[in-house]
């Protein structure tokens, strides 16, 4: 077996474990540590009858709209990591091994599938079945980081809207979802949907009892019946964080905002927030979605790695975006090694601005101190303004440029 994941963790209340009439969503991206995280924006589009998509490995028949879309993603890839459309929909993905056995062939990324539940769902609910279509007919597979070496799984989703979320588990092209509607809920690297199944494929549980997995008697538990029997020593560590997370998140039961979300994503203790030799947090992603459909959702992104030493920015969608390009990588085109034959034969320089200034800074002798006092600052006051903006004291229109220009302070404060 490929070496297994090391970490992400996906998090989400729902009213009346939040503070105020909030869903909040949250999650950590951890990848291989030198991988670079990039944030993008890209606008509701139409599109021809018969175009084509290309995504990360294969390319798929293209829908007619697309909504807008923010999504952090490691930058080699087409997909994302985590995200937001103009909705008020957000997806995280984990990465998890089952009894079914990973394609080692290229298909969609599970970060494919979380970029085109954005791009084509309009709820959390649409998204679910934008997926797991998509699934079903194209399968998941194909290299999950920016190398030769082989190293692929199969995926877990946390899908949310203003209204509720849904925890989408994979096997191969079989899933299985539960839906939540009240309280607090985390997934990690691993099965957590035990016979509280919502939603599920049609197969699954006649494919289970074919390949001798569950007896067909007495309730089905997806977990049970599709975790692998030896998992790797490494998958312990997930159960560990999941853990964590569900006691950290119990712990603020009825009180949780985007600030206790994002100290959540900052635990070190637990193991959320990682910075290991291998894997570390390479981005940080949390969300505000009221339930007043009239008040706009408010997505706090770092674009920078360890949360604990990054910044959350507020983005919000507006009639008038700026791009930010401080945050999005160089383009290589063609001759991307992700996209020449055979793939990853080498390596380009994917850091953008702001990643290359936050990396400068942490190699100063006090940058510690002084990624605090900044990171704190700036927060402190961008959180000003969006409870002031939640509480329609300002107009959401007045923040669209807020991500721009926390990002713009925060590069002028590294050099």
Known sequence: MAEPPRSCDCFVSLPPGSKEDYVIFGKNSDRPRDEVQEV???PASSHAPGST????????PQVEHTHAVVLSRPAWLWGAEMGANEHGVCIGNEAVWTKEPVNPEEALLG???VRLGLE???????????????????GQGGGCRETAEPFSYHNTFLLVDRLEAWVLETAGKLWAAQKV???VKNISNQLTIGTEISAE??????????????????????STVFSPDNPPARMEMAKQRYTGGTALLQQHDGSVTAE??????????????MDSEGFRTTGSMVSILPRNPDVPCVHFLTATPDPSRSVFK?????ESMRTVNMVMSPQYGPDDPVRTQPRFQHQVDRKHELYKAHQTALTSPDAGVSLQETMRYLESQCLEEIEAMLKGEIQGQELGDLFFDCVDAEIKFYQ
């Open 40 to 42: 993008v924006y890209y």
């Open 53 to 60: 998509l290309e995504c990360t490995y294969v390319s798929i």
């Open 111 to 113: 970060m494919d599938l």
């Open 120 to 138: 084509r769902g309009e709820s959390a609910w649409a998204a679910l079945n934008v997926i797991t279509g998509l699934l079903e007919q194209y």
């Open 181 to 183: 509607t009240e309280g």
């Open 201 to 222: 494929h049609p197969d699954l549980r006649g494919t289970a009892q074919a390949q001798g997995w569950w007896s067909g008697e007495g309730e089905f538990s997806f």
């Open 260 to 273: 206790v979300m994002m100290s959540i994503l900052r635990d070190k203790a637990s193991g959320i927030c």
């Open 314 to 318: 507020p983005f919000i969608f507006t």
